[in-house]
């Protein structure tokens, strides 16, 4: 089980932040304490709530694709839908009720939702800066931004905090030796992994 969330706070200034930071944090301290989807997204409001009352709000999706079957299960708290890609040419926004933005005390009810991954399919989680990529005229999203980012020199890229972030993940298939190859070369080796990246979600 692979734990995967994005989170993208209101505004662009040092209280943003700020509030993302202490978002990130919370979400990680309830998943390593075995929070499920919702869970997580109930801790991160909590978080901001009681420190910003209602003043900061942050969006995002927390979702966990299962490497073994391809299911995929995720949360939409006032985020943008996931992507899947498919074939490297067919592109489907997954729907999912949205609950309200974590931070806002709405409360309006948290979905699961759950999709099943064929080999070979990239999930993009994505925030508004792909969106702001798209030509004008094209509302939307379109495969370009989500293939071929730009890629300004590090010092620029350290400038420029609101440059589009995805974030991709692709499920290889429920056989091992693709997985294991795959693993040795991004450095995760089985051998290697915490424990808590076994368990359920």
């Given at each position: 089980?692979?734990h995967l ?28 304490q ?13 978080a ?5 009352d ?9 979702a ?40 806002t ?5 948290g ?9 070979g ?14 030509p004008?005229?094209?509302?939307g999203?379109?495969?370009?931004p989500v293939h ?18 995805p974030?991709?993940?692709e499920?290889?298939?429920p ?14 080796h ?5 424990p ?5 979600d």
């Amino acid at each position: 089980m692979v734990h995967l969330t994005i989170l993208d706070a209101m505004g662009h200034d040092t209280a943003a932040g700020l509030s993302g930071a202490l978002a990130l944090g919370a979400c990680r301290n309830a998943r390593r304490q075995g929070a499920g989807l919702l869970a997580k997204a109930d801790a991160v409001e909590a978080a901001l709530l009681e420190q910003y009352d209602h003043r900061r709000y942050v969006t995002g999706v927390p979702a966990t694709p299962d490497t073994r079957t391809g299911g995929l299960r995720w949360v939409n708290r006032g985020h943008h839908p996931p992507i899947v890609i498919r074939d490297n040419r067919y592109t489907t926004h997954l729907g999912c009720p949205p609950a309200h933005p974590m931070g806002t005390g709405l409360g309006l009810p948290g979905t699961v939702c759950e999709e099943h991954l064929q080999p070979g399919d990239r999930v993009v989680l994505y925030t508004d800066g792909i969106r702001r990529g798209a030509p004008l005229g094209r509302p939307g999203i379109r495969p370009g931004p989500v293939h071929r980012l730009p890629d300004p020199p590090p010092r620029r890229r350290a400038a420029r905090p609101r440059d589009p972030a995805p974030l991709i993940c692709e499920w290889i298939g429920p056989d091992l030796e693709p997985a294991r190859t795959a693993a040795d070369l991004t450095g995760l080796h089985p051998s290697r992994r915490h424990p808590a990246d076994h368990e359920d979600d």
